[in-house]
């Protein structure tokens, strides 16, 4: 399997702007989660789905941060609109088994986003 | 809420040495503890997971250890190398409360191995 596959690998954009990240998790996997990393903070849930429905989206930052995943192998993060304090990389994950289990979660490459 | 933390937030040591990096949790109702590894620009890859109901895992050089009672985990890495020098973070799977089934990070510990 070619692991979850993140694009793009890095966004420049101006502040004002519509971002939008994109993630294609492991197949056969039913939840897919996202994260958001910066030095501040460190690495933060933002939402998570579990057969393609959002299930929990409480680390959501604001209501410019949006997610969407139309079927089991697509998902996409936007902003709109993009404010540079949102510059940070964001990790996509995939994981195989319910939230109760045993297992863990596969991350993506991330990508690198810088809003100008 | 659970919290992990990461002590040292940076270590740098000559090549050959064995070190150990601390992890510590509030809430001991986790499923498992995982160690990942981030090199600069990439993405996580995870080194060790430890399930609650095991005390160690290893895997090469690397050597993870888990008390669950006592809310801490080690990460020992012997003769460490030049090519181990990377952000190591620390992260539990909830068992309990508002993050349930969910991942909590660390801050990372920062490791340079010098030649």
């Known amino acids: 399997d070619a692991g979850v596959i993140q694009s793009p690998r890095h966004e420049v954009t101006e502040m004002g702007q519509e971002v939008t990240l994109r993630c294609k998790p492991i197949?056969?996997?039913?939840?897919l989660f996202w994260y958001r990393q910066t030095m501040m903070r460190g690495l933060e849930l933002l939402i998570y789905?579990?057969?393609?429905?959002?299930?929990?989206d409480s680390g959501m930052p604001e209501d410019r941060f949006s997610a969407k995943m139309p079927n089991a192998s697509f998902s996409t993060l936007k902003i709109q609109p993009s404010e540079p304090r949102d510059s940070a990389v964001y990790f996509c994950?995939?994981?195989?088994?319910?939230?109760?289990?045993?297992?863990?979660?596969?991350f993506g490459p991330g990508t690198r986003l810088t809003v100008l | 809420k659970q919290e992990v933390t990461q002590i040292p937030a940076a270590l740098s040591v000559p090549e050959g040495e064995n070190l150990v990096l601390n992890c510590s949790f509030t809430?001991?109702?986790?499923?498992?503890l995982q160690w990942f590894r981030q090199d600069p620009g990439k993405g996580l890859t995870s080194l060790l997971l430890?399930?609650?109901?095991?005390r160690e895992q290893t895997s090469g050089r690397l050597n993870a250890s888990l008390d669950k009672s006592s809310g801490r985990s080690t990460l020992y890495i012997a003769a460490s190398q030049p090519g181990d020098s990377a952000t190591y973070l620390c992260?539990?799977?909830?068992?309990?409360?508002?993050?349930?089934?969910?991942?909590?990070f660390g801050q990372g510990t920062i490791l340079t191995v010098h030649p």
């Open positions: 994950a995939s994981s195989p088994l319910a939230m109760g289990g045993t297992d863990t979660q596969y």
């Open positions: 430890i399930q609650s109901s095991q």
């Open positions: 197949s056969g996997h039913d939840y």
């Open positions: 809430d001991s109702a986790i499923y498992n």
């Open positions: 992260a539990v799977k909830n068992a309990g409360g508002t993050s349930y089934g969910k991942l909590t």
């Open positions: 789905f579990n057969n393609n429905v959002p299930i929990d």
